[in-house]
């Protein structure tokens, strides 16, 4: 019987297992095998933009897990896409413009001027008509960052699908399983389906994520230092796994009229991923029946708040602290 | 030593081979494995639409090869997706009316107005504003004709790439290889680059092919039986093979403008296909050397020639009689 185990193999599960096995205990991870969202997320590491008008307590712990990320990174020992050029945040049409101001006011930002934004990065459309930038919105690339988690901890992944929590022999069982913790918990987390598509080609177009309002509609564009660009996402209240004729335009429409060189590149992939929400969008950490804990419904957060869920989960299994904040059972 | 050589197990090899073999004829393919353009191909089979304006020969060569497909398809034995519903022509701009009136005209068939066309596709947008009935112009799923051409000769197929013509033992060597001509025989055939989507949804959304111009863009929607929809194409004077955001996004949006349903329908494949196009881009049927015979170079119209450049061919291989029109000597 194991000390504890963390039934989910995603960025959540194994950044908590990773944590526990520091603190010296002895974990086993249990994995479907299924690709979680993280497998989709482009890895923005934005406390501020996403989340601008949410729950006070959700920015807190968004800004707290921003500061974990650096050393987050630097531990795993390899190159994860840590990223710290920052974000243009832009707006495109007078309303687009309108829109966005709301955010930049709260933030503070000094407001840049188009051609100080074809500065930062000369490939922006010249409609491009206003925008801040924010050196704190990072990103990572979270294929590199499970990866790494999963050499770190690969003696103790366990390849299989947990049908019950019954299932599972251990003193402590903590579910980390993304859209899978309904399921095996019966707590409320419900898929929001989200569609991204990764162009290639050669690295240098961009320097910084992007995070643009055209037309109306929300788009980012993440440029990795390899030659891939992440466009996503899609927010969609819906179950179904697949891409759509209309998911993909859209996102095309918006990224190429952002910055209109995008269209010679490579579409290289279109995926389809969950995120996990909850019923205030707010992550579930805590503790929700004898000796089980949830880590789940992270929603469009995952990757920014997978350091800080980590170290809340080891608090709380090593010393019994809890996170009254994010108590699953406030549902 | 067999009789007859094929070099190239496309539509266009294939078919000469099946003919042949049905004339008596000893035929050994020789397929490389790769898909040709009939893998990406819609199979529009179009004897007036793409070609209004091209040379009057080929417009004969294109009719009477239309005129052999429902034989053709008929003794292949098994549903290759052959469908008469017909082709409605459409134009959405009053710049695309203009244009495509000039084809309209010459092709003598009778304009319907937005509701006649609603009413033979509900599904299409009202700003469609013209467009006419094509009885003639069909279409043929190029992937099952393939599949079908193989089983019936798959005892004769050898798989291997052909280097050298000059490996090749056999009385007659018939070079169908589409873009691999050029390299085999040094005969003028460029690659023209096509990008090709196919969308998969029920069936029933849409029954005619649809052949428009959208804004000025060209572009087609073939729906299946079964509810693919395949919509195409660009035109590229490239030679790569990557599928482009810009041109995934211009498919789409000129798509999705003229059934904007299609929106809704999953993006099930993204394609890339090269027509071999010649300097005049008519095919080459003939002698080009000593025992040496050349079908290639069909740019867009490969699928709708199969037949008649099958029959062709075997004129020439089993009674000796020349196709002036098509000669490759031409060039």
Same mark, same amino acid.
């Given at each position: 019987?194991?000390?504890?185990?963390?039934?989910?193999?995603?960025?959540?599960?194994?950044?908590?297992?990773?944590?526990?096995?520091?603190?010296?205990?002895?974990?086993?991870?249990?994995?479907?095998?299924?690709?979680?969202?993280?497998?989709?997320?482009?890895?923005?590491?934005?406390?501020?933009?996403?989340?601008?008008?949410?729950?006070?307590?959700?920015?807190?712990?968004?800004?707290?897990?921003?500061?974990?990320?650096?050393?987050?990174?630097?531990?795993?020992?390899?190159?994860?896409?840590?990223?710290?050029?920052?974000?243009?945040?832009?707006?495109?049409?007078?309303?687009?413009?309108?829109? %966005?101001?709301? !955010?930049?006011?709260?933030?503070?930002?000094?407001?840049?001027?188009?051609?100080? &934004?074809? @500065? +930062? =990065?000369? #490939?922006?459309?010249?409609?491009?008509?206003?925008?801040?930038?924010?050196?704190?919105?990072?990103?990572?690339?979270?294929?590199?960052?499970?990866?790494?988690?999963?050499?770190?901890?690969?003696?103790?992944?366990?390849?299989?699908?947990?049908?019950?929590?019954?299932?599972?022999?251990?003193?402590?069982?903590?579910?980390?399983?993304?859209?899978?913790?309904?399921?095996?918990?019966?707590?409320?987390?419900?898929?929001?389906?989200?569609?991204?598509?990764?162009?290639?080609?050669?690295?240098?177009?961009?320097?910084?994520?992007?995070?643009?309002?055209?037309?109306?509609?929300?788009?980012?564009?993440?440029?990795?230092?390899?030659?891939?660009?992440?466009?996503?996402?899609?927010?969609?209240?819906?179950?179904?796994?697949?891409?759509? %004729?209309?998911? !993909?335009?859209?996102?095309?429409?918006?990224?190429?009229?952002?910055?209109?060189? &995008?269209? @010679? +590149? =490579?579409? #290289?992939?279109?995926?389809?991923?969950?995120?996990?929400?909850?019923?205030?969008?707010?992550?579930?950490?805590?503790?929700?029946?004898?000796?089980?804990?949830?880590?789940?419904?992270?929603?469009?957060?995952?990757?920014?708040?997978?350091?800080?869920?980590?170290?809340?989960?080891?608090?709380?299994?090593?010393?019994?602290?809890?996170?009254?904040?994010?108590?699953?059972?406030?549902?």
């Amino acid at each position: 019987m194991s000390d504890v185990a963390v039934v989910g193999g995603g960025i959540i599960g194994l950044s908590i297992a990773w944590r526990l096995v520091e603190r010296g205990r002895d974990v086993t991870v249990f994995d479907d095998g299924d690709e979680g969202a993280w497998h989709v997320a482009a890895g923005m590491l934005a406390p501020g933009g996403e989340s601008a008008f949410e729950d006070p307590k959700l920015v807190r712990l968004m800004e707290r897990s921003a500061d974990l990320w650096p050393g987050f990174a630097a531990e795993l020992g390899v190159d994860v896409g840590y990223d710290d050029t920052g974000t243009l945040s832009l707006a495109m049409t007078a309303d687009d413009v309108a829109e %966005a101001a709301r !955010v930049w006011t709260r933030q503070q930002l000094p407001l840049l001027r188009p051609t100080e &934004l074809r @500065e +930062l =990065e000369p #490939a922006l459309s010249p409609r491009v008509r206003a925008g801040v930038h924010s050196p704190r919105e990072r990103q990572v690339d979270p294929r590199r960052v499970v990866a790494a988690l999963r050499e770190k901890l690969h003696d103790r992944i366990v390849p299989k699908r947990i049908e019950s929590l019954s299932d599972v022999d251990a003193t402590t069982v903590v579910v980390a399983a993304g859209c899978g913790t309904a399921r095996l918990t019966g707590l409320p987390v419900r898929p929001v389906k989200g569609q991204v598509l990764r162009l290639r080609g050669e690295p240098g177009l961009l320097r910084h994520v992007l995070d643009a309002t055209v037309d109306g509609r929300s788009v980012y564009v993440v440029p990795r230092r390899d030659g891939e660009i992440v466009v996503g996402a899609t927010q969609e209240e819906r179950t179904d796994r697949l891409v759509t %004729a209309g998911g !993909v335009y859209d996102l095309l429409r918006a990224a190429i009229e952002l910055v209109p060189g &995008l269209a @010679e +590149l =490579e579409l #290289a992939e279109t995926t389809v991923g969950h995120r996990p929400g909850t019923p205030d969008n707010a992550p579930m950490i805590g503790f929700f029946g004898d000796g089980h804990i949830v880590a789940a419904g992270h929603h469009r957060n995952g990757i920014l708040l997978a350091p800080v869920t980590a170290e809340l989960v080891a608090d709380l299994v090593v010393e019994g602290r809890e996170c009254p904040d994010f108590d699953p059972r406030r549902f």
